[in-house]
T-cell receptor, first 106, second 112 residues
Framework: SQQGEEDPQALSIQEGENATMNCSYK?????LQWYRQNSGRGLVHLIL?????REKHSGRLRVTLDTSKKSSSLLITASRAADTASYFC??????FGKGTRLHILP | EAQVTQNPRYLITVTGKKLTVTCSQN?????MSWYRQDPGLGLRQIYY???????DKGDVPEGYKVSRKEKRNFPLILESPSPNQTSLYFC???????????FGPGTRLTVT
């Protein structure tokens, strides 16, 4: 299975701090995507990074990709309460991992 | 407004009573798929469809059927639901299998 694995499973940080989540995968990919899910709702696409890219930014989001280590990281800077959600990575044919639950403490 | 809709949003039913969860998208996407989400297991793909009349099994297809007679609709059919199919179901669509997926709001199904 190409299922990615997010790490950590859960993360609690203070509002304003940066949050970093990691994703590891097993086989070669063409691209990797990150999604956010608010409790019980559908996933929302955040960012896509292609295999020939090493870093990508979108607002407060920064994604890196290391194909040699088969890993990606999602950094959320200056976290806000609204960032509380689960975050999933997905490769190519959208095989999701189990996600990282992020909780922002006021 | 570009969207994926699912109906019903909530359903409580009994074992063995056939049910259909509808999914519709208005973005002319060719690729559609169904997922179930269970605590500790993440999202698992049930079935997907590359285009009209083309469907394939995902990771957990047992107990489910799908059809793709029109591009916009991709219903999920449970011929004889069982309690282990109690879950949160999501439909998604995208132009291709590897591009951004658009998710529906989810259907919470309880089978007693």
């Amino acid at each position: 299975s190409q299922q990615g694995e997010e790490d950590p499973q859960a993360l609690s940080i203070q509002e304003g701090e940066n949050a970093t989540m990691n994703c590891s995968y097993k086989t070669s990919i063409n691209n990797l995507q990150w999604y956010r899910q608010n409790s019980g709702r559908g996933l929302v696409h955040l960012i896509l990074i292609r295999s020939n890219e090493r870093e990508k930014h979108s607002g407060r989001l920064r994604v890196t990709l290391d194909t040699s280590k088969k890993s990606s990281s999602l950094l959320i800077t200056a976290s806000r309460a609204a960032d509380t959600a689960s975050y999933f990575c997905a490769e190519d044919k959208i095989i999701f991992g189990k996600g990282t639950r992020l909780h922002i403490l006021p | 407004e570009a969207q994926v809709t699912q109906n019903p949003r909530y359903l409580i039913t009994v074992t063995g009573k056939k049910l259909t969860v509808t999914c519709s998208q208005n973005m002319n996407h060719e690729y559609m798929s169904w997922y179930r989400q269970d605590p500790g297991l993440g999202l698992r793909q049930i079935y997907y469809s590359m285009n009209v009349e083309v469907t394939d099994k995902g990771d957990v297809p047992e107990g489910y059927k799908v059809s793709r007679k029109e591009k916009r609709n991709f219903p999920l059919i449970l011929e004889s639901p069982s309690p282990n199919q109690t879950s949160l179901y999501f439909c998604a669509s995208s132009p291709t299998p590897t591009t951004q997926q658009y998710f529906g709001p989810g259907t919470r199904l309880t089978v007693t």
